[in-house]
């Protein structure tokens, strides 16, 4: 699959990070990234290789692996099996890099690319608000990345993430450091930084993106803007503040996954998007608060969580080309 990246073209920049934060049992060498099979960057860097199995919240039993074929009947969509090859999840590389962006300004990202089942195809994960570096936002990319993804998670703060120590009457207050036109620019960087390393390594794949809260909302905000130029589709976790003007500039389809017991994401508002967008679905899942998909908190969120997951990774496979 081709296309034209006229607005996409801009040459970045790849660079080291000292900081790596990976699990323990992990070794670290300074590698280039032209001895990853679809990545061309020369620029050598610090490469975290983990030998991990899946996180807690997404640790699937044999028993479940086996037996889980349902049906969503919210969304009539079919979930079929999610099932992970153990050793191909733990043959997923994590680094972090530092990608050019505004001036002088440089973004630190988080890539994980597998080694054994790649499919060649990228994906950026936009984080909530508590960042890039959160364990569940990186536990979720590395679940995405076991499925044969190149996934990329940005830092949208720049350093300055949303923290549950600070008071939430100043929330607002700093959400307003964070302009919607300087994440999507970042966000932009970022994209263009993955289709230029897999346009050098003569792959014309287009890219899926996945939001959750915070960076839900800015799916739409980026797909509106780049109109199918760069993705092929989108994946929007429980969106907050979601502009649903924007949605008629949507030529992408959208799945919409969010709880009905959600204040911060009207299923109205999910519902209107949906009619603007083609091929988009929404999906409700009863009695599910917020983050529920990607921060499960009890045994039933986590079953909740697995079916929202494998209808995500259902979503991405149709479409996209992920032929290896």
Not at 180 to 187: F, G, K, L, P, T
Not at 207 to 230: E, H, K, M, P, S
Not at 272 to 278: F, G, L, P, S
Not at 281 to 287: A, D, N, S, Y
Request: aromatic share 10%; hydrophobic share 40%; net charge negative.
């Amino acid at each position: 699959m081709g296309w034209s990246i006229s607005s996409c073209s801009t040459p970045l920049m790849l660079s080291s990070h000292p900081k790596i934060q990976c699990s323990s049992n992990c070794f670290f060498q300074t590698i280039s990234l032209q001895g990853f099979s679809g990545f061309a960057s020369a620029a050598p860097i610090k490469s975290g290789s983990c030998r991990i199995s899946c996180w807690r919240s997404f640790l699937v039993s044999k028993k479940r692996k086996q037996k889980r074929r349902t049906l969503a009947v919210a969304s009539q969509l079919k979930v079929v099996d999610a099932v992970e090859d153990d050793e191909a999840c733990e043959l997923v590389n994590g680094v972090e890099v530092l990608i050019g962006g505004e001036g002088d300004y440089e973004i630190y990202a988080y890539l994980l690319k597998p080694v054994k089942n790649n499919n060649g195809t990228g994906i950026l994960l936009l984080s909530d608000v508590f960042g890039f570096e959160d364990s569940a936002t990186r536990d979720f990319a590395y679940r995405v990345a076991c499925n044969g993804y190149n996934v990329l998670v940005p830092d949208l703060f720049r350093g300055d993430p949303w923290t549950k120590d600070k008071p939430k009457s100043l929330y607002e207050e700093w959400r307003a450091r964070h302009s919607q036109e300087r994440v999507a620019n970042d966000i932009f960087a970022s994209t263009n930084w993955m289709i230029n390393e897999f346009l050098a390594a003569g792959i014309s794949k287009k890219l899926g993106i996945i939001g959750f809260c915070f960076g839900g909302g800015r799916v739409i905000d980026i797909l509106a803007q780049d109109q199918g130029g760069c993705f092929g589709v989108g994946v929007s976790f429980y969106g907050t503040r979601i502009n649903t003007s924007l949605a008629t500039n949507v030529k992408v389809p959208v799945l919409f996954i969010a709880g009905d017991n959600d204040p911060l994401c009207p299923i109205n508002t999910l519902k209107d998007a949906e009619k603007q967008i083609e091929q988009s679905k929404v999906v409700v899942f009863e009695g599910r608060g917020h983050a529920f998909a990607h921060r499960p908190e009890s045994p039933e969120e986590d079953e909740d969580a697995e079916t929202a997951f494998v209808l995500m990774r259902n979503w991405l496979h149709d479409g996209l080309d992920t032929e290896p």
